[in-house]
Every structure is written in C-alpha cells, then in structure tokens.
C-alpha cells in the first residue's frame, strides 16, 4: 500500500483542525426532532453523469446528509447492487473531479452535510493530498476511506487534519476494547457501525451486536454513531435508529434505480421518502 508523506497541505480549504460545521448542524438538526439523521448515499456518476446529478439533489431533499461514493472495480465489500452500479459509472466516463463537482453544487443547492466514501487506491491515483484539498475547498465535511487500515492510516488523517476534513472510521463488529479505543480515537467526524455482519444492502436483519458495540463507543467519544451496512428497507432504518444516531442507506437507492432504469429519478426520490418516512416519529 503506497501512502504519502504526513506533509502539511497548502490552499485555501478549512484550517487545520476546524470543525466539521455543517455535519454537526444537521446532526443537531436530526436531535432537535427527536430522531435519526438519515445519510442517503449514491455512486457517483450513476447511472450516469448527468442524471446523477439530478439524483443527488433528488435524494438531499429527504437527507440530512449525502454521502458521495467514489466507483472503484474492486469493491469486494460491498454487494451486488453497489458493484454495478460502480461499473455503470466507471464505464459512463466517471472521473474524480465529478465527485468534487457534486458536492460543490449540493453545498450551493441544498442544507444537506456531504461526505465522500471512497477506497484508498482511487485517492492515491489521484493523490491523497489533492483529493483532501479539493475536497475541502468544495465544502466536503468528512471522508472515509474505507479499506485503509488503522496502522496504516496516520499520513492520511494528517493530511485531513490539515485541510479541515473529518475523518470517518468503518468498525468491524468483532473489533476487540483495545483497537476500538485506537480506531475511535482517532475519528474526527463520526463513527460508522455495522448494522449487520454482511455485505453492504444485504438481507440479513439488524445484528445483535449493534446496541452493544454503539455503547462501547459512546464510551469513547462523543461523536455521533452512524448505522451502515446493510440498511436495504424501512424497518431495518427503524429498528437501527433504537440505537444509533444516524443510519446510512445507499444500496436500497441504487438497487430501486436499477429495477426502475426508465425513471431513476422518481425511482430515487420515492426510495429517498421511504427510508426519511420510517424516521418519524424516533424509533422507541
């Protein structure tokens, strides 16, 4: 894994260590009425360029926050409906300025907080100290990298840290106290928790272990933890939001497009009232 020096990062993005404003406000936000925040996510780029577009402002609409998946070929954690539609984008002329260009126009168009969701490769190919710039310029309030591991991570939070992004950990739900407490440690912008023990939109239901591993971790920080992994319908959103403080749902977005492929934006936006209706009122 070739990663980069931990060297200070120029331009004119968010100093170094400032706060994410706009993910905590809308977190607030979803506190103040007594639920969950809802973090719809897409893959850039699907189905393709243009229509992502409208997509993305569609799904904002009922979030509040919008995470911006990078396509990558080898997305071996994620399932069917996430690969696909990362190989529609690649093959539609995804490039990494596109994910910057989205998250320029929902900062201008939308209240929605943006993250960006990515494997560490396409950041590297694109370079992790420019990705980081470029994403903070356009307002991007957090970044997960999703397959970079703990010991192996420090000169990308460095390079983070300096450009005003927060960075996101992706627990595993088998994680032992002692490496949790590092991986936490280390988070500036929230925490994804497994909701299941699977693939990403898979059918399994909400695991055993979520309540257990989101108290572990409310020991460790006050950092809002998010539900992920797995969250395909309504009443998984619900039961999820018992114990977390935001839930993430992507596959169940992406697969709708799919099944609909004459009308992905009303696919899109029904997909989005779904999943932002099962968060009213709080889960009990």
């Known amino acids: ?85 990362a190989r529609t984008a690649l093959q539609a002329g995804f490039r990494m300025p596109d994910v910057f260009a989205a998250a320029r126009e929902l900062g201008r168009g939308t209240r929605a907080a943006v993250l960006i969701s990515s494997h560490w490769q396409p950041v590297h190919a694109y370079g992790a100290a420019r990705f980081a710039q470029h994403a903070a310029n356009v307002g991007v309030d957090a970044v997960l990298i999703r397959d970079l591991p703990l010991d192996h991570a420090g000169p990308w939070r460095a390079i983070a840290r300096a450009t005003g992004l927060g960075t996101i950990p992706l627990l595993a739900p088998t994680t032992s106290p002692d490496r949790l407490a590092r991986i936490v440690g280390h988070a500036t912008g929230l925490v994804y928790a497994p909701a299941t023990t699977g693939l990403t939109g898979n059918a399994e239901p909400v695991g055993p272990h979520l309540p257990d591993l989101t ?69 009990p």
């Not at 992994?229 to 977390?244: C, F, H, I, M, Y």
């Open 1 to 85: 894994m070739n990663l980069p020096a931990a060297a200070p990062v120029g331009g004119h993005g968010p100093a170094a260590g400032s706060s994410s404003s706009r993910l905590q406000r809308a977190l607030a936000g979803a506190r103040r009425l007594d639920r969950c925040a809802l973090i719809l996510s897409t893959v850039v780029g699907f189905p393709d360029r243009l229509t992502c577009r409208s997509v993305l402002h569609l799904i904002a609409q009922s979030a509040d926050i919008v995470q911006l998946r990078v396509p990558f070929l080898d997305m071996v954690r994620d399932g069917p409906a996430v690969r696909q539609a």
């Open 215 to 283: 108290s572990q971790v409310r020991a460790l920080t006050s950092l809002a933890v998010a539900a992920a992994t797995g969250l395909s319908t309504p009443e998984q959103v619900r039961t999820a939001a018992a114990w977390v403080d935001a839930v993430v749902v992507g596959s169940a977005i992406m697969r709708r497009i799919q099944a609909e492929p004459q009308t992905p934006l009303a696919a899109a936006a029904a997909a989005a009232r779904d999943f932002a209706s099962a968060l009213y009122p709080k889960a």
